[in-house]
């Protein structure tokens, strides 16, 4: 089955991704795909304690999982796949990770960055990354929850 969702959440799994949108979308897998946080003890620990009982959870950077799902490592898998950020998301999709859609959960305000939604800030560069990934068929959105409208965000860019 492969990817069910894909997130970008720079908050990776809590609250919300560990009991509403895992439970909603119905993964059996939660894979963190984030080049600091494979390496990372800390944030590794931190991520198994949040994860959901009964959910496979796997880390790996980007180079690592457009490995693995170049060899369809994941196709018994219902996948939640998660980033940190859009960067990370549109580098895995033009590394052929196979990736239709996306929702944009939460971005905390940065240098550059502008809100474009309650818990979105888009930075030029991420404003850029996505209008490709819409160039190229994928559905984008930002959602906080399921219950969220999904319309394209570009209607807030």
């Known amino acids: 089955?492969?990817?069910?969702?894909?997130?970008?959440d720079e908050r990776l799994i809590h609250g919300q991704v560990a009991m509403v949108w895992?439970?909603?979308?119905?993964?059996?897998?939660?894979?963190?795909?984030?080049?600091?946080?494979?390496?990372?003890?800390?944030?590794?620990?931190?991520?198994?304690?949040?994860?959901?009982?009964?959910?496979?959870?796997?880390?790996?950077?980007?180079?690592?999982?457009?490995e693995k799902f170049g060899?369809?490592?994941?196709?018994?898998?219902?996948?939640f796949l998660i980033t940190k950020n859009v960067t990370d998301m549109a580098a895995l999709i033009r590394s052929e990770v196979p990736i239709k859609a996306f929702n944009v959960g939460n971005v905390a305000k940065r240098e550059g960055s502008r809100p474009i939604k309650?818990?979105?800030?888009?930075?030029?560069?991420?404003?850029?990354?996505?209008?490709?990934?819409?160039?190229?068929?994928?559905?984008?959105?930002?959602?906080?929850?399921p219950n969220e409208s999904d319309q394209s965000i570009l209607n807030m860019l």
């Open 1 to 8: 089955m492969a990817i069910v969702h894909a997130r970008v």
């Open 22 to 66: 895992t439970n909603t979308v119905g993964a059996s897998r939660i894979i963190v795909v984030n080049d600091e946080a494979v390496k990372d003890e800390l944030i590794i620990a931190g991520l198994k304690m949040a994860k959901p009982a009964g959910v496979k959870l796997s880390i790996l950077s980007l180079k690592r999982a457009a």
């Open 71 to 79: 060899e369809k490592a994941y196709e018994e898998d219902k996948v």
């Open 118 to 145: 309650k818990s979105v800030n888009l930075t030029e560069d991420d404003e850029k990354d996505i209008r490709e990934m819409v160039q190229l068929g994928v559905s984008v959105t930002a959602q906080m929850l």
